[in-house]
């Protein structure tokens, strides 16, 4: 368990200090890696998937976590999973990222 607590840590922080400078691709790869971290979690443990998921979800005013909803939302392959995410921590319409310039 410690492990994954760890990872979180390096999860919350990765979002909430991405310089305005990152490339697209590198924030585009880590927004596609912490959902799939998210969604593999789902199954194994619920309870430490809605510590570690919604969480840090719920705090989407953060320009880094609109950026990788935006980015995600706008990947056909992804999508589906971030509907999935959003719905399961209770965090409204992913639609407001869907098909939208991400800044």
Known sequence: MKTIQLICI???VLLSS???TIKSKKLAD????S??????LIPR???YW???CC?????????ATKQCSCIIANNPQKYLDLIKLFKACGL???GNYHNQPCK
């Open 50 to 52: 809605e510590k570690d």
């Open 92 to 94: 409204g319409n992913v």
């Open 10 to 12: 390096v999860f919350v």
């Open 30 to 33: 880590t927004c596609f890696e």
């Open 55 to 63: 969480n840090v979800r719920a705090k989407r005013d953060q320009a």
């Open 35 to 40: 959902l799939a971290y998210c969604m593999n």
């Open 45 to 47: 443990d619920k309870k």
């Open 18 to 20: 991405f310089p305005a």
